[in-house]
């Protein structure tokens, strides 16, 4: 994330409407195996299949059980009719999902009676569980930045000054080297003023399309900034 962690956090408009979120995909999840519940199943797997399965993973599990692992715990809420029966109120979809994860992870080591690691066996549980969420939180913050850099690019690539902005991007979404804005306007016939204002204006789109992203995942405005608080803190600790 670099330098821009905290400029992520700012200039982000709280009077935006407030998105059709998630919640409402997973609550059409029912273990009745309509067509809508299979629609909304197939979308959820191809959207959290990836936070969860890298999640398993790196518990130390072989790709083929992490793949089982992460299919039987989908699976289980499916069956069980967790997912329709999933309460907004209580918390994030981050937040449910991994909690769900760590207890399904941990019933089956427990069947097994071993642990994925070796070193997981001079950890108690609760070190476990920690090193679990710290992963999964991870793998979930990359994900939904990786979705709003999509989407950011998906709809600048519409303009007419795209070339502009994709010159500006890499350093506007990590802070990273690039062009300088001498160079960006010497290459396109523009002012180093009218490259700095682009800048600015590239960095509120880009703070609204994260803001929008992690929307999805709450069930009320108020929970943005502190969902998108802890989303650059789990990217920041993970190096």
């Known amino acids: 994330m670099g330098s821009e962690s905290a400029s992520m956090l700012s200039g982000i408009s709280k009077n935006q409407r407030f998105p059709t979120t998630r919640w409402t995909v997973v609550q059409r999840v029912a273990p009745e195996g309509t067509e809508e519940s299979s629609r909304a199943l197939d ?5 959290y299949w990836s936070p969860l399965f890298s999640t398993v993973l790196r518990m130390g599990f072989k790709f083929h059980e992490a793949e089982d692992l992460t299919q ?3 699976t289980k809420l499916v069956q069980n009719g967790t997912w329709s029966a999933a309460d907004p109120a209580k918390g994030t979809l981050r937040a449910y999902l991994c909690t769900g994860l760590r207890r399904f992870v941990s019933d089956e080591l427990d069947r097994r ?7 997981c066996n001079e950890l108690p549980e609760g070190a476990l569980v920690q090193e679990m969420s710290l992963v999964f939180d991870r793998a979930w ?8 850099q999509r989407t950011l690019v998906t709809d600048l690539s519409r303009s007419s000054d795209y070339p502009v902005s994709k010159a500006l991007l890499q350093k506007v979404l990590a802070g990273g080297p690039g062009p300088s804005n001498a160079e960006i306007a010497a290459t396109h016939c523009l002012t180093e003023d009218a490259v700095k204002m682009r800048s600015m204006r590239l960095r509120k789109q880009w ?3 994260l803001r929008e992203e992690v929307a999805k995942t709450v069930s009320s405005p108020e929970e943005i900034d502190p969902e998108l608080r802890h989303l650059v803190s789990s990217i920041a600790q993970g190096g």
């Open 113 to 119: 009676r071993r642990r994925p690691l070796d070193y």
């Open 43 to 47: 979308w959820l797997y191809q959207v």
């Open 141 to 148: 913050a990359l994900q939904v930045f990786q979705r709003a």
């Open 72 to 74: 039987g715990f989908l």
């Open 207 to 209: 703070q609204r399309a």
